[in-house]
């Protein structure tokens, strides 16, 4: 079984900082991709970020300069800062962990957490 732990969401004025994160558990080989992604109200889930295990980033354009993901391999933690933070950034953010198992690859996600940016 693998369990993805979000944490760190919350309410926050537009400008300001939420720092996300994400404990990956279970009987894992290893972990390859994680990623953060979000879905806004009435709209399709979107990626944020991704990280490879080798810490190649990926970013959508619409967070550019202002989130930055990382990850600790040791600790299985993947983390979301979120700087300069704006309205439209409210959403559900999902971590999401591509892993390996028994030489087979899986995709796993978190339950989501909750991001409210006010005007």
């Known amino acids: 079984q693998v369990q993805l732990v979000e944490s760190g969401g919350g309410l926050v004025q537009a400008g300001g900082s939420l720092s996300l994160s994400c404990i990956v558990s279970g009987n894992i080989f290893s972990i390859n991709v994680l990623g953060w992604y979000r879905q806004g109200p009435g709209k399709q889930r979107e990626l944020v970020a991704t990280?490879?295990?080798?810490?190649?980033?990926n970013y959508a354009d619409s967070v550019k300069g202002r989130f930055t993901i990382s990850r600790d391999n040791a600790k299985k933690t993947v983390y979301l800062q979120m700087n300069s933070l704006k309205p439209e950034d409210t959403a559900v953010y999902y971590c999401?962990?591509?892993?390996?198992?028994?030489?087979?690859?899986?995709?796993?996600w978190g339950q989501g957490t909750q991001v409210t940016v006010s005007s």
């Open positions: 999401n962990a591509v892993v390996t198992r028994w030489s087979k690859m899986f995709d796993y």
């Open positions: 990280i490879t295990r080798d810490g190649m980033t």
